[in-house]
C-alpha cells in the first residue's frame, strides 16, 4: 500500500532538553557546550517524540558531562503537549543523550534491532536509560511508516542502528535528522567528520546516510544536537 501523506504539514516543535560540558576529548569540545534536542510532532492521531534527551541519577555522565537536564514531561507541556497523549516515541538511537527520559512516557518506543544489539556494548551509554519493559519496544528492520506522513528511515552511521524521521505534509517534506549530521551546516555540505561515526568501518554508511536524506529535497532540516536548521 502507498503510504498516505498529510494534506497539511503537522507543527513541529523543538525540546530544549540538555546542555552537556563537553570534556576535552570530545570531538566536539571546541564547542564548550553540547545542546541536546528532541521534538515533538503534532501528528492528528497523537503527538510523536522524537529523542527523550539525557537522564537523571548517573554518576558517571554528571562527571563526565556535568549537565543541565530539562525535564522533558515540563517542555511538553510547553508546548501544548500532556505526556500521556503522546502516541510514540522515536529514538535516533540509543546514546545516553537520545533516551535518557524514556521512562517518563508511556507510549511505545520506535528503535533499530541493530541499535538494541549495538546498544548492549560496555560503555555504549547509560543502560538503565536505554532498558525498557519490553512490551513498550517497537524494533524494526529499516524503515517503517509510523503514522499518516510519518515514515522511520534508517540512516546508520553515527551508530548501527541510527534512525531519522521523515514527516511529509501536502509538498513539503521536513526531515528530523537526528545525529546523521552534528550540524545544519555539515548537513548541507554533506560532510560527516570521521569521529562522529560509530567507528570508521561506518564512515561510507553514514555518507549514504546523508545523501539519503538530502535526497528528498526536504523545505526543513532540523537536528538532534544543532538548533540551527537547514531550509530549501
Ligand atoms: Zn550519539
Known sequence: MEPVALRVLPGIDRLHLAELALPAWHPRAADGVGLVLGYVVHHPDGPIVVDTGVGRGSDLIDELYRPTVHDLVARLAEVGVDERDVAAVVCSHLHFDHCGQNASLRAPVHV?????????????????????????????????????????????????????????????????????????????????????????????????????????????????????????
Open 112 to 232: 533499530q534491532a541493530a541499535e538494541r544489539v549495538a546498544a548492549v556494548a560496555p560503555h555504549y551509554t547509560v543502560p538503565e536509560w536505554a532498558a525498557l519493559p519490553e512490551e513498550r519496544w517497537r524494533v524494526a528492520n529499516g524503515d517503517v511508516e509510523l503514522a499518516d506522513g510519518v515514515r522511520i528511515v534508517a540512516t546508520p552511521g553515527h551508530t548501527p542502528g541510527h534512525q531519522s524521521v521523515v514527516v511529509t505534509g501536502g509538498d513539503e517534506v521536513v526531515v528530523l535528522a537526528g545525529q546523521c549530521a552534528y550540524t545544519a551546516a555539515e548537513f548541507a555540505g554533506g560532510t560527516v567528520p570521521v569521529e562522529d561515526v560509530h567507528d570508521p568501518s561506518w564512515h561510507a554508511s553514514a555518507l549514504d546516510s546523508l545523501r539519503r536524506l538530502r535526497s528528498l529535497q526536504p523545505a526543513r532540516v532540523v537536528f538532534a544536537h544543532d538548533a540551527a536548521e537547514v531550509t530549501a
